[in-house]
């Protein structure tokens, strides 16, 4: 059960309103690596795990904080709106980001033209859980396998890809109440890569998985004579100066290799067979069977 | 530009048809973490990338790697529907994984039932590009940022996520050919999981990208006082026993804190303001301006 | 069984083409809250619907007449892009509204890059099933439960944002024509939400239906003491103020009760159990049985 | 900023396991009526809301309670599939719902076919933010308009389809611990309807919004004449036969009328015109201008 | 405008209900070659068209008559599930074809398992604006691109697709209502291929549009060296032997040529270049400009 | 299994960077009728085949072309994104496209305006494999349906859509690189268009199939008697005019009949009947049973 206080976890209030940034910002609410798509991996990650309390806790108290993440940033969204489009020329004149750009009667419908429709049109001046494109946030983004290991590696990934673009919009704005926002989401992520990354350490340490996931299928059921086998498919060798190429593996279970010119394993591609079956009227077509239904 | 030659990369041949388990093997085709997925993942990380030669090349071998590995994905299961429904119930009492559970004059309107209807009427009897479900494989499940260290916490994610799934589906059948198939496919995981992990310790020691990515976003703009802390945000502090809550941080710049009770550092929240732009009729309603247009 | 007659239900012709309000007013064609959610919305009610005849067909009266507002939107925004982009300039130069605001040679680039690319590369002119993001249109928009009760309330709703979003797009535009059709939309949209809100009293005057939606569940398989108790889940008990907080609830069959601190009703969080099956490979791992298969 | 307790709001345990209804009941949780929708829509109105306090508190109170319902939902079905199908055979015969239907040696295989396969594949034994198709939640199931009325008739919509698929649900086992938990649901949808129709109440008391929605867009540029006239577009006047066809409007601003035969008020469909921009390349095709580019 | 007549267009009526066979011809209502797709298609390229009277006239009457369908196949599906789930097993004891197979106490849970669950929990025994695998219909499936050539090459295809799957879906019952309605859709299908085969006729008789579309690009901006060429990317040289190798091609500008061994006409692949902007963040990390903002 | 070389099949570089046109070119990439869609469908069309030999040979050749082609596209999207955004202002000085025509210190802000935006924060300057509004490319728009008549009217179409477009493209550049590229791109659809047409006669030369799709569908299932007639559902006789209304069909099995006034051949539409299940909760409700589990 979830219970709710009345103030943000950090500030969340722009200078000035920006409708074009407004857009682009949504990228970290509704985009695939925002926000909504950590909070929700978090809490299906937690509800869904069956292994030590330690972890599930960990899981929830970090999911948790992400729902104050989402708060924050659909807030913020808002505050950049806060102008309609009809009356930011003003705010253009007053100085605001668009404003420093764009002069004159022309203002408006420049940045009509420029923003999200849906903000005016849909959402009445409101965050929306789309990405910085209009597409909405759906469900494909919460990753959640039951093996931690695999999930964690989600994780670190999710913060990586999150503080990358949290760094990229950084750029895109010069606003010093948004970028005060972002020092403080930048700092979380660098966190959460660093709680994921030893989350990880423990889980291997703890012996509940390690490298290859999963790591208890039966070994002698996979074709070991190309388990640590790096295949050449393209002209050139450059990929053979990798670390990738030869030395032991990571899992230190083998050796690399670099196959210059793999062979194909299989057989000659032969027509599927039996051809058709005349019921499905696929090509070529057959006679039909005399007594078909 | 590309080549295709006429062997398969490895087997792909069942022993006996059967539609269910056809339906089930939709999941490594066109699922989140199927080959398209890896196949179209490695290709525009490669063809994107401004950096060393050797990495454009690793990539671009490994995808081109995984177009076979499409191939004979979708050919496993087009020939695992080459006995159509109407005419499984022979196969079955010859013998296939269906046939040993139904029988009798049963067994076609049952196995209608539980097959995915599309494979019948949509694709007649071939492989579809879309998950166990149905659901079509979308564009989202391919990941190519530019950075490449956030990029190959993906790869390695990817290749985690898809052995489980594999080993997970080993489960579901007893046909030897499926499961010779399956051998190589997660030997060729292992070795793409361990690829992947010794890509990340080549990018960290040529200096390309270190944790926390993006490594070059200017320090004292990161908020540093919270990038190392856990925040407990549910009842009970299990999560304190666990790595990610002191010690050194896994990035060598910090050491990790633990917060037991996290304070808001944020602001009450308050009413968004100003409340509401008349011309945009949200709620409450406003006195429309006289002049309005 | 259908019948098309050649004039249009209102006028739809624009005093000039505007290809970024044409990008716009595609929220009213296939946004969510378009005609076509609501002629599909009322087609799939009437079609499926197994009770009075007057119902039936004032659903199928008012779905028909949905198709010629499809009709009306549809054939305004081909028009509005009736000068390509590529001509757009000399309309501008005539005094659209676009015209209005950006002028002399940079005319042409600056309305490629704010209006809807697929209206020149996609449809070569015309309107497209789709927002105005250029999110396509799908059924998820259309609400046919059985429950009439359910479903009516869904349509005011409908009517509702629906008159909301031409009243928003009226604002973004003073071109007299699209205004003109506007204003006609605007009041069938009056007219609709008053014909649902309507149906709504006949729906509970007939004993069709009530509150709660479905009034035929027994009631004593409810847990009634919940039924009529507002929990307050977060800080302050401003939600204290309302209507829903004290007083008989609507249905006449009940007692609102404010609750400023609501309990747990439910056992402690436990982990999952039993902790993980072995052939899933979920964490934390598990001995393979000896005789897996 | 949220925090979490490590108690269910309510029980959330099944008397035995069963794969089937797992799949069935996942509509509850990321079906376009489910717990997710409520939760996401109710916090998105509040965070972007602009007016009363008490209306603010009210929705962020019961979208704070539906994040709980969400939790004991998704734990429901984690636990209704706490057996693995390859060992429910074992379920079966001690007396689970599908054991009481299907038994002997071919249980697994029917189970199999029956089952969610993602539930196996993808979730490892957990639940999925999808719906009982297996479509993925996506955020266009979350309504925040900015205008209050709009939206809480969108919220009474919810409550009652809601309620609705879980009086359905019910019928569709007769497990007494999932019957327990839908008998909690079941009651707190019976307060929301209420709730929501308060709500509404209050809004309309308070003079924030009425019918038509939005109330303050000028009366004067709609077309009053049509704006409570029932138009007949199918055969038959059973239609007349409803309190939409006559007597005093629902908003109490106009008479309802009866229209048996509408008459189109728009011109008759021409062409579009000009026919074609010869660098679209539609049809009919145009001669190049010579000097294009 | 259109108008409702209250006959269907042919019979619509099973002779007994079959929910499994419900959920497969959903694909012919909701699915991407379904009767919706080919409504809204035929709509849209009706409104969007810009030519001659005779072909727009001919597009909105065989679009008006594919929305009688779509009203034939709803109406169809809610009949077969007329009997609700939990009713079925005496409908299967009297016959039904899923009665048939299936017997005894056993029939409600087997048919629960195998049927569309939406079918029972959404739309309450109504049809659904979805496909055969409960995937929503979108409007991607509707193609008008104003070039008429272009289009009703799709327009041969949809009604090619459509009447296979109905050809399809008959061999998969035995039901004579249900095949009494696809001996009509099938002879309309036959009628539609031939009417846009002939459309496509009278399209280059009247010279509005040819081969290769669109064929008013100016021919001397194609590279016509390679306009004709069959270029062979697999081993072997089986694709020689068929007609578009040799000969006049079909357009007659030309002849078709084999190239066995196609060279690579582009220069090699370098890196991309400059290698990183370092505001972005990519791979290879560049230092940071002094005065970045 | 393939292979990759590292030359283009063309040339792939733009003159000048110009990250508009960037966005606008990724409908050629990952829009519905993109180079993406045809080599998805080339391949599955080719995987599934169970015909002669030289047709599955010529759909893998087309096919593996196609991935060069994807290649080459993505590759000139990166390189039209080389300047990033923030840098883009002095390539517009130095004379880009954009840079063209507009100048000053308001070229960033316009260009960040127009340009997608996740161009820069999710791929970092990379090609997206998206359409030109940002729409995920999805699977269904992969083609592949076992009935080769049906499929190669797809290709036809795919290659006509798809030459429209780069068509349209090309007149919204002037980038001398681009449209040298697009010059290769349009004589490969000539080709590719003739291709397919010509395999349509090769394959009905070969008796695999023809008109109408399948044929062999047995005849005196279908209704013959409205096979070949053309139904008039609109006002008007204009579409008596063509080809379509008379002399003898395009299969040569029939002669065409003009319908002027179709009459319904089906009943008066019907409540639908029984009812309502009461345990469906559908209107109208109905008493519940007495024993109802």
Redesign the interface.
């Known amino acids: 059960?979830?219970?709710?206080?009345?103030?943000?976890?950090?500030?969340?209030k722009p200078d000035n309103p920006d409708p074009?940034f407004a857009?682009?910002m949504q990228?970290l609410l509704?985009?695939?690596?925002g926000e909504?798509s950590v909070m929700?991996t978090y809490?299906?990650q937690g509800?869904?795990?069956?292994?030590?309390?330690?972890?599930?806790?960990?899981l929830?108290?970090?999911?948790?904080?992400e729902?104050?993440h989402?708060?924050?940033i659909?807030?913020m969204i808002?505050?950049l709106l806060?102008?309609?489009?009809?009356?930011t020329e003003e705010a253009a004149n007053a100085g605001g980001?668009?404003g420093?750009?764009?002069g004159g009667?022309?203002t408006?419908?420049?940045?009509?033209?420029?923003?999200?429709?849906?903000h005016?049109?849909?959402?009445?001046?409101?965050?929306?859980?789309?990405?910085?494109?209009?597409?909405?946030?759906?469900?494909?983004?919460?990753?959640?396998?039951?093996?931690?290991?695999?999930d964690m590696?989600?994780n670190?990934?999710a913060e990586?890809?999150g503080?990358?673009?949290v760094?990229?919009?950084?750029?895109?704005t010069?606003d010093s109440g948004v970028?005060d926002m972002f020092?403080?989401l930048?700092?979380?992520?660098?966190?959460h890569?660093?709680?994921w990354?030893?989350?990880i350490?423990?889980?291997e340490?703890?012996?509940?998985?390690e490298?290859?996931?999963?790591?208890?299928?039966?070994q002698e059921?996979?074709?070991?004579?190309?388990?640590?086998?790096?295949?050449?498919?393209?002209?050139?060798?450059?990929?053979?100066?990798?670390?990738?190429a030869s030395?032991p593996?990571?899992?230190g279970k083998?050796q690399?290799e670099y196959v210059a010119e793999?062979a194909?394993?299989?057989?000659?591609?032969e027509?599927?067979?039996?051809?058709?079956?005349?019921?499905?009227?696929?090509?070529?077509?057959?006679?039909?069977p005399p007594a078909?239904?």
Chains 1, 2, 3, 4, 5, 6 share one sequence.
């Open positions: 059960m979830f219970f709710h206080t009345k103030r943000f976890q950090y500030n969340a074009i857009k682009q990228e509704g985009g695939q690596w909504i929700m809490l299906f509800w869904n795990f069956r292994g030590p309390a330690k972890y599930r806790d960990m929830m108290d970090t999911a948790t904080e729902i104050g989402v708060e924050m659909a807030t808002a505050r806060e102008t309609s489009p009809v009356e980001v668009v420093a750009v764009l009667s022309d408006q419908e420049a940045i009509l033209a420029g923003m999200n429709p849906q005016a049109i849909v959402t009445g001046g409101g965050a929306a859980p789309t990405d910085s494109q209009g597409y909405p946030w759906n469900s494909r983004y919460t990753i959640a396998s039951g093996n931690l290991l695999a590696r989600f670190v990934t990586s890809q503080r990358l673009q760094a990229r919009l950084y750029q895109l010069n970028r020092s403080f930048l700092a979380r992520d660098t966190m890569q660093n709680q990354l030893a989350a350490e423990e889980l340490k703890d012996g509940l998985e490298t290859p996931v999963p790591s208890n299928f039966p059921r996979e074709m070991s004579e190309v388990a640590y086998r790096f295949m050449n498919f393209s002209e050139g060798t450059e990929s053979q100066e990798g670390r990738w030395g593996s990571k899992d083998g690399f793999p194909a394993m299989g057989p000659q591609v027509k599927l067979d039996p051809p058709v079956e005349p019921r499905l009227y696929s090509t070529p077509k057959q006679p039909m078909s239904s």
